[in-house]
C-alpha cells in the first residue's frame, strides 16, 4: 500500500473521498465539474432528475394533487386513466395519480431513515470492529463476535427476516424503519469493517498512532473520512432496495396500512383488478416504483463512479481532449 | 396420499387403470394450451367433475374443521336423517334450493323428506323425537345402517370436544342415556324441553351419521372415537367415498354404485385447490374446470362474459357485519351504535364492492329464514341523523377508534375503507387495522376489538338457533357482547315452543329490540355465487353454503 501525500495538515488516505467532497483541501469539482460529468454520463443525470422528481413530489403532493389520497368516491370506481383522473382511479374511488404522488412521503421516508440509520450503526461499529480486528485481546474477541452475530443475521432470508420483525413490532412505520435497519446494518458494518482494515495498516495511522492520538480519534478522524466512500455509494443503492422492500412488506400486507397511499399496497390492492381488466390501480404505482429504484440505482452508480479517483481521472483527460463523441469509458460505471 | 391401509382400495373398487385415467384427466385440465385440445377435454369429461377450490379439505372430519374444502367433502360423503324438499329458486330459474319456509299443512310444520330415516315422529308434548332408519343401507365399508350408528354418532359428539358440544347443547342433549336404540332400525332422542330444532338439526350439515361398526374397528384405546381415521378416511353412507386427498394439491372423490338412492350422475369429482381467485377464473374461462369457487365480484362479471360459463347468484344464509363491542367505550352507548350504522354507506358498497352479487343487510337474521322481517330496519344511510345521534350521545366532537378486518378476504378491506371516509364526515377517525386471516378468528373470539368484521352464516334455518348463536349474552359467538335479558328471555322462549304463530310473535320482538338496539354495524348479505360451466346442471343451494356433488348433471 502506498499512502498518497497528505493534503493539508491531516493525512489523507488512497481513496481519499474528502479529495471529491471536500471543499477545503483540494481544488473542489464544482458545478462544472459536475455538469461535466452530467454531460458525459446522461445517464446519472436521469438518475438525478428522477429522485429530483420524486422529491418535489413528495414535497408539493398537497399542492399538486387534484384530490385527496385517502378519500373513497364510489361515484368514480374503477376508472380508466381519463382527463378528470390522469392515471384512473381504484375500486374505491382514489385517484391514482394523487395517491401516487403522496406516496413517496411514506417510501421515501422509510427508505431514508431505514437506510441512514443502518448506514450509521453499521459504519460506527464496522469502523471499531476493523480497527480493534487485529489488536488481540478482548477487543478482537468481542470483534470477532459482532461479526459471527452479523453472519447469523444475514443467514436468515432478508424479507421473512423484514416480516418477522414486523410481525414482533407491530404494523407501523416505525417498525418497518426498524425492520429495514436492522437488515441492512450488516451490509454497512461489512463494507466498513473491510475498508478500515486496509487503512487500519497504513502508515498516516500508525503516525497518528505514534503521535499519542487516541483510538477513537483515530477512527472518527483519519480513519471513517478515508473508508467512507464506498459507504455513501451504497447509500444510494440501499435507499431504492429499501423502497422495494417497503413496497413488499406492505404487498403482503405487513406493511403501512390501508389507505395510507404506498406504492407497494396500492400495486397489492389494485392486483385484483388486473385480472377483470382494470390495470391501472396496480401498474401505475408499480411503474413509479420501478422508475424510482431505477433513479436511486443510477445515483448509486454515479456516486460510486466520481467517488473512484481512476474513474475522475478519466474523465478530465476526456474532457481535455475534446472528441466527436464524448463518451466515456463504460468500465468503471 | 393415496390411502392403500387396510382394505380401503378394495372397498372402493378403484383400479390401477382407472384411477390413472382419472388423474390423467385432472392433470390435462391444468397443463393442456390453449386452443382445441383442451375444449376437447372439456368435452370428454362427461361424467367427470372438477372442480377449482381455495382450498383442498384440511379434514374430513367435520368435527373438527368447518373450512370450505372440509364442507364439500362432508357434503357428498355423509347423509343425515333428514333433508329439506327442494323448490326451484325464486329468482334464478337455473337453480334450485332448499324449502325451509314454515308449512303449516305438512307435519311439524317443515317440508322434510327422509334420507337415512324413513319415518319419523315427535311425542305430543315435543320432547322425543322417534326416527325409523331405512333398512338395506350400505356405507363406503358395506356395514348396514342401524340405530347403534345414529347412536354412536350423538355419543362421539358429547365424548368430544370440537363442534360436537355445540349442537347437543342446541337440542338440550347432556347426555348418551337421552339417545336410546330403540330397535335395530329405531332410535329416538328424548330432551327436557319441547324443541322445533330438533327435526331441524337431523338436516344440519354438521350432524351426518357415521358407521359405527368402521369408526368403532379403526379406534384405539388412546383414540376411542376414532379421530385419526376420520380426519383422513370416511365411514359415511353418503353418495361419494374419498379416492385421494392430497392436502394443498387436490382431492378425488368416486360416486359409489352402491348408494342406496343410486349412483350420482358424476362418477368422479376433483377438487383441484387453486388458491388465487384470478388463477381460478382463468381455469374456468379455459375450459379447464367445471366450477370455480369464491371469486371476487367483479371476477364475476368478468367470467360470466364468456359464452361457455354460467353464473347462479342466490340468496344465502351468508351475512357480513361489524361487532361493535357494547363493553368499548363509546359502543356501550345505543345512540353511537346506532350513529354508527346510519354511516355505514351500503348503496355504495352493494355497488362497487359487490357489484350487486349482495343484498342490503336489513335484518339480524338471514333474510331467507323462516320468521325474518325487515320491518325493523331504519338505517339507511343518513349522515346528518349519525351526528345527530352522537351529539345525543355527547359526542359532538366525535371521537376516534379501530376496525379491524380480515386480510384474507378483499372485500372488507374494500368496504373500510369506503366506511372510513364516511366516518370522517361525521367526526369518527377510524384507524383500519389488516389483521392476517391466520389470526383473525382469534383476534375476533377474543372480543377486545372496538370493531371487527365478521362474516358467518348460522347453517340451520330458525330464527331461534340464528338470535341464540349471536345475541344471546350467553353465546359463545356473540362476540360484539350483546347482554339484553329479555332477549335472552324471548330467545330461550322461543326454543322451548314448536307453536309457529307464538315463534313468529316471540322472534318478532327480539328482532325489534335488537334492530333497535344495533348490536352490530349491518353491512350486506352476501349471495351463495356459483360459477360453472354452462352444460353443467342441477345446482343446488343449501343453508350450509356448501356444493353437494351428486346433484350435479351434465346437459347433453
Known amino acids: 500500500m502506498h499512502p498518497v501525500k497528505p493534503a493539508g495538515r ?21 458545478l462544472r465539474y459536475f455538469i461535466d460529468v452530467l454531460r458525459a454520463r446522461p445517464a446519472f443525470a436521469l438518475g438525478y432528475a428522477i429522485i429530483t422528481g420524486v422529491t418535489l413530489a413528495a414535497i408539493l403532493a398537497p399542492m399538486i394533487a387534484p384530490y385527496p389520497p385517502t378519500t373513497a368516491n364510489s361515484a368514480d370506481y374503477l376508472q380508466p386513466p381519463n382527463w378528470n383522473h390522469v392515471l384512473g382511479t381504484d375500486a374505491t374511488g382514489m385517484d391514482v395519480f394523487s395517491r401516487i404522488l403522496y406516496a413517496p ?77 436492522f437488515v441492512n446494518t450488516p451490509i454497512y458494518l461489512r463494507l466498513m469493517r473491510q475498508q478500515v482494515m486496509s487503512i487500519r495498516g497504513m502508515r498516516f495511522v500508525d503516525a497518528a498512532v505514534v503521535a499519542g492520538v487516541s483510538d477513537f480519534r483515530i477512527i472518527r478522524a483519519h480513519i471513517i473520512p478515508n473508508a467512507i466512500a464506498p459507504v455513501l455509494a451504497q447509500l444510494s443503492i ?96 | 396420499m393415496v390411502h392403500k391401509g387396510g ?60 373450512s370450505l374444502g372440509t364442507i364439500d367433502a362432508v357434503g357428498a360423503l355423509y347423509d343425515n336423517l333428514l333433508e329439506y324438499e327442494k323448490i326451484p329458486d325464486p329468482l334464478v330459474p337455473a337453480a334450485r334450493r332448499e324449502d325451509t319456509s314454515v308449512h303449516t299443512d305438512k307435519p311439524y310444520n317443515l317440508a322434510l323428506r327422509g334420507k337415512l330415516a324413513e319415518k319419523w315422529e315427535i311425542s305430543s308434548d315435543g320432547r322425543m323425537a322417534r326416527f325409523h332408519l331405512r333398512p338395506g343401507v350400505k356405507s363406503n365399508w358395506g356395514n348396514e345402517l342401524t340405530a347403534e350408528d345414529v347412536k354412536w354418532t350423538w355419543d362421539r ?126 381455469l374456468l374461462q379455459r375450459g379447464d374446470v367445471d366450477i370455480a369457487q369464491f371469486l371476487q365480484p367483479l371476477e364475476y362479471i368478468t367470467v360470466s362474459k364468456s359464452p361457455s360459463v354460467a353464473i347462479d347468484a342466490v340468496a344465502a344464509s351468508f351475512a357480513i357485519w361489524i361487532e361493535l363491542n357494547a363493553k368499548i367505550k363509546p359502543f356501550d352507548n345505543v345512540k353511537v351504535r346506532q350513529a354508527m350504522n346510519y354511516a355505514i354507506p351500503r348503496d355504495e358498497i352493494l355497488k362497487t364492492v359487490f357489484q350487486g352479487y349482495a343484498d342490503k343487510q336489513t335484518g339480524c337474521i338471514p333474510s331467507i329464514y323462516p320468521n325474518f322481517t325487515n320491518k325493523y330496519w331504519t338505517y339507511d344511510t343518513n349522515r346528518d341523523k349519525a351526528k345527530a345521534l352522537l351529539r345525543e350521545a355527547g ?52 372480543r377486545s376489538e372496538p370493531m371487527i368484521f365478521y362474516l358467518d352464516s348460522p347453517w340451520v334455518p330458525d ?60 353491512i350486506v348479505y352476501p349471495k351463495y355465487v356459483l360459477a360453472r360451466r354452462s352444460d353443467l346442471k342441477g345446482f343446488t343451494y343449501y343453508t350450509s353454503n356448501n356444493l353437494r356433488f351428486q346433484d350435479f348433471s351434465r346437459e347433453a
Open chain 2, 463 to 522: 330464527p331461534g338457533y340464528s338470535n341464540q348463536l349471536y345475541f344471546h349474552s350467553a353465546s359463545y359467538v356473540n362476540y360484539s357482547n350483546y347482554v339484553n335479558k329479555e332477549v335472552d328471555r324471548l330467545i330461550e322462549a322461543g326454543l322451548r315452543t314448536t307453536d309457529p304463530k307464538e315463534r313468529q310473535v316471540t322472534y318478532d320482538t327480539v328482532q325489534r329490540i335488537v334492530m333497535g338496539e344495533a348490536p352490530w354495524g349491518f
Open chain 1, 10 to 30: 491531516r493525512p489523507v488516505g488512497p481513496h481519499d473521498s474528502r479529495a471529491w467532497f471536500s471543499t477545503r483541501r483540494q481544488p473542489a469539482p464544482g
Open chain 2, 395 to 446: 359526542l359532538e366532537q366525535g371521537f376516534k377508534t379501530s376496525l379491524s378486518y380480515n386480510a384474507g378476504d378483499p372485500v372488507q378491506e374494500l368496504i373500510s375503507i369506503l366506511y372510513q371516509t364516511s366516518l370522517r364526515n361525521i367526526g369518527v377517525e377510524i384507524t383500519l387495522n389488516k389483521v392476517p386471516a391466520a389470526t383473525f378468528y382469534d383476534r375476533v373470539t377474543k
Open chain 2, 157 to 282: 359428539k358429547l365424548g368430544l370436544t370440537g363442534l360436537g358440544p355445540f349442537q347437543t347443547s342446541v337440542l338440550n342433549i347432556k347426555k348418551p342415556e337421552q339417545i336410546k336404540v330403540e330397535g335395530k332400525y329405531i332410535v329416538s332422542f328424548a330432551v327436557p324441553q319441547p324443541s322445533p330444532l330438533l327435526l331441524k338439526q337431523m338436516v344440519n350439515l354438521s350432524n351426518p351419521v357415521y358407521d359405527q361398526a368402521k369408526c368403532k374397528q379403526m379406534a384405539t384405546k388412546d383414540d376411542p372415537w376414532a379421530r385419526k381415521f376420520l380426519d383422513n378416511e370416511t365411514a359415511g353412507f353418503g353418495s361419494y367415498t374419498v379416492a385421494q386427498l392430497v392436502r394443498g394439491q387436490q382431492a378425488v372423490f368416486k360416486a359409489r354404485p352402491d348408494y342406496y338412492r343410486g349412483k350420482p350422475y358424476m362418477d368422479t369429482v376433483i377438487m383441484k385447490e387453486v388458491p388465487t381467485s384470478a388463477s381460478r377464473v382463468s
Open chain 2, 7 to 66: 382394505d380401503f382400495g378394495a372397498r372402493h373398487q378403484i383400479g390401477r387403470r382407472e384411477f390413472m385415467r382419472v388423474m390423467t384427466a385432472a392433470g390435462a385440465t391444468t397443463v393442456l394450451p390453449a386452443g382445441s385440445p383442451r375444449h376437447a377435454v372439456a368435452q370428454s369429461r362427461g361424467t367427470t367433475m372438477v372442480i377449482a377450490a381455495p382450498a383442498t379439505p384440511q379434514s374430513l372430519d367435520h368435527e373438527y374443521d368447518v
Open chain 1, 238 to 333: 440501499n435507499v431504492g432496495w429499501s423502497i422495494l422492500l417497503t413496497a413488499a412488506l406492505s404487498f403482503v400486507g405487513a406493511g403501512v396500512r390501508a389507505p395510507t397511499p404506498e406504492w407497494g399496497s396500492m400495486i397489492a390492492t389494485g392486483f385484483q383488478n388486473v385480472m377483470t381488466g382494470q390495470w391501472w390501480p396496480s401498474v401505475m404505482p408499480g411503474i413509479a416504483l420501478a422508475v424510482t429504484v431505477f433513479g436511486f440505482a443510477l445515483v448509486g452508480t454515479s456516486i460510486e463512479f466520481l467517488a473512484d479517483p481512476s474513474s475522475r481521472r478519466r474523465l478530465a483527460e476526456r474532457a481535455r481532449t475534446p472528441k466527436p463523441n464524448n463518451a466515456l469509458d463504460t468500465a468503471s460505471a
Open chain 1, 105 to 181: 412521503r411514506i417510501d421515501l421516508t422509510i427508505a431514508v431513515v431505514g437506510t441512514l440509520v443502518s448506514a450509521v450503526v453499521g459504519t460506527l461499529i464496522g469502523a471499531l470492529v476493523g480497527y480493534f480486528q487485529t489488536a488481540g485481546g478482548i477487543r478482537a474477541l468481542a470483534s470477532d463476535s459482532v461479526m459471527r452475530a452479523a453472519d447469523v443475521l444475514q443467514a436468515f432470508p432478508v424479507f421473512v427476516f423484514a416480516i418477522a420483525l414486523v410481525a414482533i413490532f407491530g404494523q407501523s412505520i416505525v417498525s418497518i424503519i426498524f425492520a429495514i435497519a
